[in-house]
């Protein structure tokens, strides 16, 4: 089993449906969890970032922990062709960057 | 204000060549770290450098390589290239790390096919 799993995907939705993207994982000293949005052909960028457990808005941005189950979601409201993309979370048990695991990636379509 | 570059964006190597890779980041940063994303594995950390001195290293063997400039550019090198080195070497660079909550710029990465 992989520390961190997520859909692979292709997932693909209507423009202005609620998109719900979802990884799972096994290390429950994991504190950190980071999620990254990547183009095509691009590097990834940082979207959302949060501590422990609870929810983080950020525009039409949600992320939210759920630790006892060791599940993490992203939510997109309103979603908009711009949002196609491969999403990647990652999560750390502490700060530093080289004990970080990165999901594979959930490929997302927004289809106008 | 230019994004991190990273040259070459394609290249072709046969098994059991060597490469480097070269990574320019955003003026000012000094920490630039590299990580390889391939389908199967995901995207994983080789290591990072800051201000020339390497301060973290992934769990990739010794093939792999890299330092850093004065002027902070990076390089990376991979030494006798295998057939699962083919992947995308990504180059991001941040002020003071890529440690959790730092936001930390990537390049457009290098694509490198090994054949």
């Known amino acids: 089993q992989k520390e961190v799993e997520q859909d692979p995907g292709p997932l693909s939705v209507p423009e202005g449906a609620i998109v719900s993207l979802n990884c799972t994982y096994s290390?429950?000293?994991?504190?950190?969890f980071m999620w990254y949005r990547q183009y095509s052909r691009k590097g990834p960028e940082l979207l959302m970032y949060?501590?422990?457990?609870g929810n983080k808005e950020d525009g039409r941005f949600t992320a939210q922990v759920d630790k006892s189950s060791k599940y993490i979601s992203l939510f997109i409201r309103d979603s908009q062709p711009s949002d196609s993309a491969t999403y990647l979370c990652a999560m750390s048990v502490g700060t530093s960057y080289d004990k970080v695991i990165f999901g594979p990636g959930t490929s997302l379509s927004v289809i106008p | 204000k230019a994004g991190v570059t990273q040259t070459p964006r394609y290249l072709i190597k046969t098994r059991g060549q060597q490469v480097t890779l070269s990574c320019s980041p955003i003026?000012?940063?000094?920490?630039v770290s590299w990580y390889q994303q391939t389908p199967g594995q995901g995207l994983q950390f080789l290591f990072e450098?800051?201000?020339?001195?390497?301060?973290n290293k992934g769990n990739f063997p010794g093939r792999f390589s890299g330092r850093q400039f004065s002027n902070s550019r990076s390089e990376m090198n991979v030494s006798t290239l295998e057939l699962g080195d083919s992947a995308l070497y990504l180059c991001?660079?941040?002020?003071?790390?890529?440690?959790?909550?730092?936001?930390?710029?990537f390049g457009e990465g290098s694509w490198l096919t090994v054949v």
């Open positions: 450098y800051f201000s020339e001195t390497q301060r």
């Open positions: 003026s000012g940063h000094r920490s």
């Open positions: 949060t501590y422990s457990s």
């Open positions: 290390n429950s000293a994991f504190q950190y």
């Open positions: 991001a660079s941040s002020l003071l790390g890529p440690q959790a909550g730092n936001t930390i710029y």
